[in-house]
């Protein structure tokens, strides 16, 4: 048995994660339980909606709360201190030997069982990040007291060789692992937000879970397997073949769904069968599957001049470092 365990509160999470269990219970084999975890209600979170935990409870999702006390110290909330919700998720007594977790940006896309996707994991199983997003990896080992590892993993979309980086959206952990493991997550994550900018230039602070995460392999000297790409690809940096797609999307944010067609296609299958969700939606989820051409190709041009500041912003960053160092 298999626990897979996704994370929600009020917001878009609603729509993702809602769109996730509607992918898992068309095309997911084998035995396994889903898990929603929410977070108690506090200054950054609400509970999800009414109709999205009815939708839960029709398909018999086992809810249960968690308490986050990261986000109950913070005054101000900072870019990714939300995501360390993921992290207080995990610390809960499943009973099932194997825990998937799963961002709720994630969608499955064909049949599988899910006994391929875990595998036969002994401690932890992840995919390598699309791009080392720490700039000085030997700087932030030696901050943290850590030995610089040996052994080297390629970043999936950048290509970059990279200490053990792996991205967050997709993990399998064996149970009796993941509970000696999580207190030294939660040590490496509380340890880089309180560096009060001593280390903050090296590091965007919206990858602290992953950052602590490599930290936490490290000082466990976790003997980890590499996920296989097909169960957590990286849609904003790699094209879906459309002869053979992957089994599980990442697929990040809401253009990607509406540009690509295969999963644009599932997306609506699953607002035309349950059209409530898209009360909970944001402004731009309705422009793009709501609103008028009018109203989508705007949205379109202003992502077209946003992603292509960003990726200069990137290029400019990155030439600037090769230059330097």
């Given at each position: 048995?298999?626990?897979?365990?996704?994370?929600?509160?009020?917001?878009?999470?609603?729509?993702?994660?809602?769109?996730?269990?509607?992918?898992?219970?068309?095309?997911?084999?084998?035995?396994?339980?889903?898990?929603?975890?929410?977070?108690?209600?506090?200054?950054?979170?609400?509970?999800?909606?009414?109709?999205?935990?009815?939708?839960?409870?029709?398909?018999?999702?086992?809810?249960?709360?968690?308490?986050?006390?990261?986000?109950?110290?913070?005054?101000?909330?900072?870019?990714?201190?939300?995501?360390?919700?993921?992290?207080?998720?995990?610390?809960?007594?499943?009973?099932?030997?194997?825990?998937?977790?799963?961002?709720?940006?994630?969608?499955?896309?064909?049949?599988?069982?899910?006994?391929?996707?875990?595998?036969?994991?002994?401690?932890?199983?992840?995919?390598?990040?699309?791009?080392?997003?720490?700039?000085?990896?030997?700087?932030?080992?030696?901050?943290?007291?850590?030995?610089?590892?040996?052994?080297?993993?390629?970043?999936?979309?950048?290509?970059a060789e990279m200490p053990p980086y792996f991205n967050s959206g997709v993990m399998v952990f064996r149970k009796d692992f993941l509970g000696k493991f999580m207190e030294t997550w939660?040590?490496?994550?509380?340890?880089?937000?309180?560096?009060?900018?001593?280390?903050?230039?090296?590091f965007p602070l919206f990858h602290r879970d992953q950052i602590s995460l490599s930290l936490a392999i490290c000082a466990c000297d976790a003997d980890y397997s590499i996920l296989d790409e097909l169960y957590n690809f990286p849609i904003r940096g790699k094209k879906i073949h459309k002869k053979s797609p992957p089994c599980l999307v990442h697929y990040h944010n809401t253009y990607s769904v509406y540009f690509e067609k295969l999963l644009e296609k599932e997306f609506l299958e699953f607002i035309k069968l349950h059209p409530f969700i898209m009360d909970s939606a944001g402004p731009l989820w309705k422009s793009l599957f709501e609103g008028s051409i009018i109203k989508r190709k705007s949205a379109v041009f202003i992502e077209y001049v946003r992603f292509n500041k960003y990726r200069l912003k990137r290029f400019l960053k990155t030439l600037k470092y090769r230059l330097f160092h």
């Open positions: 048995m298999v626990a897979i365990v996704m994370v929600c509160h009020k917001g878009d999470l609603e729509l993702k994660t809602a769109f996730l269990i509607h992918t898992l219970r068309k095309y997911l084999k084998g035995n396994f339980r889903i898990y929603l975890g929410i977070p108690d209600e506090g200054r950054y979170t609400m509970p999800p909606s009414f109709e999205f935990l009815a939708y839960c409870k029709c398909f018999n999702i086992h809810i249960y709360n968690f308490n986050n006390p990261f986000l109950e110290s913070k005054e101000q909330l900072l870019k990714g201190d939300l995501i360390s919700n993921k992290i207080y998720a995990l610390i809960h007594p499943f009973e099932e030997e194997t825990v998937l977790f799963l961002d709720s940006d994630i969608a499955l896309l064909k049949d599988i069982d899910i006994a391929k996707i875990v595998g036969d994991t002994l401690t932890l199983a992840l995919k390598p990040a699309g791009h080392a997003h720490v700039r000085n990896w030997e700087l932030m080992y030696k901050a943290a007291n850590l030995p610089m590892p040996v052994k080297k993993v390629l970043a999936s979309v950048g290509q939660v040590h490496y994550f509380l340890w880089l937000s309180d560096m009060d900018g001593k280390l903050s230039t090296e």
